[in-house]
């Protein structure tokens, strides 16, 4: 039998500058258990490491000196500062890498940063960190000195350069290969050159057998085809492969042959089983037909090989993902936009990790629900993803998290709070949520409690009509108190919006604003985006457009890239006209501005009144929620402390009475509850078994069987009691 061959995992720039993408160390840590040796590089974050070094700056400034470019105003004026760039750039990286937090104040109030035409935009700074967030307002100003220079280099050495993405233009709806393959023929620019020599550092280094490239987005294609190249060419005994985000949606009718002078194997959906297939092939222990869900070239044509009769790898046993051999200190936290939900995306060090696979919900019309990705929903036990969090922090020292789940499911998150509590593991965590009713103000509460600082759901389209035809399974009232109740529990609200839906009319999207607006002027939501529709190949919209009333009317077929579709929407208003209003009212109301303002003063054309109700968010908050009494199948816990219990003998019209008083020890204050010594006891004796120590889930018609019989008043009378409502205010939960 063949040795194990050594794999080389690599993510292409470029992605995110504060963590890392998961998907390398996912496959990292599952393939390492199977007795494979693999290495991982995420070449995003080394490459801006070493273009952003003294060393990096001085020759991108030598070959920009040296080019023949027709230079901006903007990038003469960065040129003659030069000095000052060369003098800070390595202070301002340590800073963003939280190696420095002294230069804060510096950056913030001293001529310290040299400023090009990013700066012109810094006109909200002191309303967004007024004088308190010293280190937020340096790292934002850090972030618009590096992009300063990003715009030198992107006007000059690589056309192609951002910091999120490289190149993506080139993959976006690249039906046809042309683009790339020209691309890829011209010679390397600076930054290629800068990525291809810290490839050779890594393959002599790893001497991989096979190296598998990540392509979560369009972004990442060109670099990951960039250094393929490179391996062919010096290399050829080394066989690539490739996988991740964009090959699952935008590559599934892939037949293209000259990709596959670069590219071995293009495998689709998770990567977990694929690889194993794709290895045993590799040590000859599998015919080529038996792969698993992967393209091949073989006699001049591109075959998809997917005769392999196991089955997928189910969540349970894909592992722990291992971050080991990423440079974690080394990632750069920035403040690219003041808006408080995209710059958790943006901002500090977080281990992303899945709470299931696939959506629970998987039935929204424009979402790609045929894809494995969404459409096998596989969860695992609520204890095996806290070992899975508890050995993350060991390995990392880190215990942000991010859920990078569709939609996380509600059952399982409350599972993972209860036992992240049992446990006593603090972290702080947040991700995608449907903003559905089982998200109660109780859960909302529990979520807080475990360490939930944030969440984002799509409201989409702010009509009821439209939610309807999206089959979003939410209405605009639901939204309302759902987002009422993770405000009131301490979590922030993102929400994302669409606009331009399959025959949404002007009157619909002016609606849909007015709905947003009452969202922020109730408080109940701090963030949001709005997105424009798009049609994509696997959406039931895609699949079926003529149930929604939109026309298909490209892209023409090619051999590549097969998902954005353009579309004509016959009903509907044109929908390009209302995209910059809608984004400038969006960002105003984030900053409380204009709430008051009509709709109509964000857009320079005539647009209709809204026919909403000016009180139809307030009046979906204000509506009551169910009584405790109509929930007796609800689980109790008690999130507090053990009270202390006292008894004292008091006199009452006559006759002595024994008394019960019950003190709490709690964080934030301490409380008391004054109740009769019957009830007393039980309250004691109750809220020992309801808390998440507990594994056994007490009911609320369990506590009702076990209430005293002596006790003077019968259980619905103690549920509308002071005491119960005190309790209840002070983390009594019902689940």
Not at 33 to 41: D, E, L
Request: net charge negative.
């Amino acid at each position: 039998m063949e040795k194990k061959p050594t794999i080389l995992l690599i993510t292409p720039p470029l992605t995110q500058l504060n963590t890392p993408y998961p998907a390398t160390a996912y496959l990292k840590g599952f393939l390492t258990g199977r007795g494979y040796s693999v290495t991982q590089a995420d070449m995003g974050i080394e490459l801006v490491l070493r273009m952003f070094s003294r060393k990096g700056l001085q020759r991108i400034f030598e070959a920009v000196e040296q080019g023949d470019y027709e230079l901006s105003d903007n990038s003469l004026r960065i040129l003659h500062l030069k000095r000052d760039y060369l003098n800070t750039i390595e202070p301002v990286i340590r800073f963003l890498q939280n190696k420095d937090h002294t230069l804060a104040q510096q950056i913030s109030y001293s001529r310290f940063l040299p400023e090009a035409s990013r700066f012109d935009q810094v006109e909200d700074i002191d309303w967004a960190f007024g004088s308190m967030g010293i280190t937020d307002r340096a790292r934002y100003l850090a972030t618009l000195y590096l992009e300063d220079l990003g715009d030198l280099i992107k006007e000059t050495v690589s056309p192609y350069f951002a910091f999120s993405r490289y190149a993506d233009k080139l993959a976006m709806s690249a039906t046809s290969f042309d683009p790339l393959e020209e691309a890829l023929q011209e010679e390397p620019s600076l930054v290629d050159l800068m990525l291809l020599e810290l490839l050779e550092e890594r393959l002599q280094e790893v001497q991989p057998d096979v190296v598998g490239f990540s392509i979560p987005f369009p972004g990442n294609l060109y670099g990951g085809l960039r250094m393929a190249k490179y391996i062919k060419e010096k290399y050829p005994s080394i066989k690539t492969a490739m996988g991740g985000g964009y090959p699952n949606t935008e590559l599934r009718s892939l037949r293209e042959p000259r990709l596959f002078k670069y590219i071995d194997f293009v495998t689709l959906d998770d990567g977990e089983g694929p690889w194993l297939k794709l290895l045993e092939h590799l040590q000859g222990q599998r015919e080529a037909a038996q792969l698993q869900r992967a393209f091949i070239l073989a006699d001049g044509e591109v075959k998809y090989m997917n005769s392999c009769t196991d089955p997928d790898i189910p969540h349970m046993e894909v592992g722990t993902p291992d971050y080991s051999d990423l440079p974690l200190p080394d990632y750069l936290s920035v403040i690219d936009v003041i808006n408080p939900m995209h710059r958790l995306w943006s901002d500090g060090r977080w281990n992303k990790l899945t709470i299931a696979h696939g959506c629970y919900w998987k039935r929204c019309s424009f979402c790609d629900i045929t894809l494995d990705y969404i459409n096998r929903y596989d969860v695992a036990p609520a204890t095996l993803l806290v070992d899975r969090i508890e050995q993350i922090i060991a390995q990392t020292g880190q215990t942000g998290f991010h859920f990078v789940d569709e939609a996380a499911p509600p059952a399982p998150l409350r599972d993972m709070a209860i036992e992240l509590i049992r446990r006593g593991v603090k972290i702080s965590w947040w991700g995608n949520i449907r903003f559905e009713k089982t998200f109660t103000p109780d859960l909302c509460r529990l979520l807080a409690a475990s360490g939930c600082i944030a969440v984002s759901g799509g409201l989409e389209v702010a009509s009821d009509r439209l939610l309807q035809l999206m089959a979003k399974g939410v209405s605009i009232a639901q939204v309302a108190r759902v987002t009422d109740s993770f405000t009131q529990a301490g979590i922030m609200v993102h929400a994302y919006l669409m606009y331009g839906f399959p025959t949404q009319t002007a009157q619909e999207t002016i609606d849909s604003l007015e709905v947003v607006r009452q969202l922020f002027e109730t408080g109940v939501i701090q963030s949001g985006y709005w997105h424009r529709f798009s049609m994509t190949a696997h959406s039931p919209v895609g699949k079926n457009p003529e149930k929604y009333g939109v026309v298909k009317v490209g892209p023409p077929e090619g051999d590549f890239a097969n998902n954005d579709l353009w579309h004509e929407d016959p009903k509907g208003t044109d929908h390009s006209l209302f995209g910059e209003g809608l984004a400038k009212a969006l960002y105003n109301y984030m900053h409380g501005i204009g709430l008051e303002e009509k709709l109509s003063f964000w857009f320079d054309f005539k647009v209709p009144r809204t026919t909403e109700s000016p009180n139809l968010i307030a009046e979906a908050i204000s509506a009551p929620h169910r009584p405790d009494s109509t929930r007796p199948n609800a689980r109790v816990l008690w999130l507090g402390n053990t009270p202390a219990i006292d008894f004292t003998m008091m006199a009452q019209k006559g006759q002595t009475i024994e008394r019960c008083l019950l003190t709490f020890f709690e964080k934030g204050e301490d409380f008391e509850v004054k109740t009769t010594a019957t009830i007393g006891q039980w309250l004691f004796d109750m809220l020992q078994k309801v808390t998440p120590d507990n594994p056994e889930a007490v009911t609320l018609k369990q506590l009702e069987a076990s209430f005293p019989a002596e006790a003077h008043l019968s259980f619905a009378e103690f549920l509308s009691s002071p005491s119960w409502f005190d309790l209840r205010e002070k983390g009594l939960l019902l689940l």
